[in-house]
Every structure is written in structure tokens, then in C-alpha cells.
Nanobody
Framework: QIQLVESGGGSVQAGGSLTLSCEAVGLTYNNPSMAWFRQASGKEREGVAGVDRVGKSRYRDSVKDRFTVSKDTAKNILYLQMNSLKPDDTAVYYC?????????????????WGLGTQVTVSS
């Protein structure tokens, strides 16, 4: 059974930093496509940053200069370093993994999801 275990969420003030981690356990395939998505209260879930199966990263425009996504392929761990956080970044952040080799921010293609970790940024 595939499990995605997220950690690293919390509360920070605007301008602060957080690092999220997501470990994929029980995968039956190598080099998963993995990504972070987020869902703010009352809004739809949106893609934040991801890494496809060949190591190519993609970001949503609003985080491109502030967030860095990386993947430890040997351990199947996805990281998200978040700097210069803004109140608009407040959301539950979800990790996803799958065999999809296209756009890593295409959430419809992911078969495995974590339970989410809360990130709260205060002004």
C-alpha cells in the first residue's frame, strides 16, 4: 500500500520560511512524478510545484521566485523549501505521487495523495 507522509508545516510570520517534506512509502515503481498542491479555505486545490519522472521541475507563477522543489530519487522524498512566505500562501499543502510523466502539476493524473499539512502565514 502506497503512503505519502508529509511533514514540516506550521505557522510563521510573513517573510518567514518553512520546508515541507513528503516521503513516499510502498511504491511499486521507480522515479515517481511527485508534486505539491495546496488548498486554501473556500478555494479549489491548485498545483504549487512538482518534479516529473525525469527530474524536470515546474512551479506555479506566484511561487516561482520564492519556493524551491527538489526530489531525493533514491529515497522517494520530495521537499519544498518555501521562502518569503506571504499570507496568500496559507493553505493545506498536499503531496502527490504517480507514474504520470507529463506536467507534474496536472493533479488529475495522480493516484496517491497524502493527508496534507497546514501552513499558516500571518501578516
Amino acid at each position: 500500500q502506497i503512503q505519502l507522509v508529509e511533514s514540516g508545516g506550521g505557522s510563521v510570520q510573513a517573510g518567514g520560511s518553512l520546508t515541507l517534506s513528503c516521503e513516499a512509502v510502498g511504491l511499486t515503481y521507480n522515479n515517481p512524478s511527485m508534486a505539491w498542491f495546496r488548498q486554501a479555505s473556500g478555494k479549489e486545490r491548485e498545483g504549487v510545484a512538482g518534479v516529473d519522472r525525469v527530474g524536470k521541475s515546474r512551479y506555479r507563477d506566484s511561487v516561482k521566485d520564492r519556493f524551491t522543489v527538489s526530489k531525493d530519487t533514491a529515497k522517494n522524498i520530495l521537499y519544498l523549501q518555501m521562502n518569503s512566505l506571504k499570507p496568500d500562501d496559507t493553505a493545506v499543502y498536499y503531496c502527490a505521487a504517480g507514474t504520470w510523466n507529463g506536467d507534474p502539476l496536472n493533479q488529475d493524473q495522480y493516484s496517491s495523495w497524502g493527508l496534507g499539512t497546514q501552513v499558516t502565514v500571518s501578516s
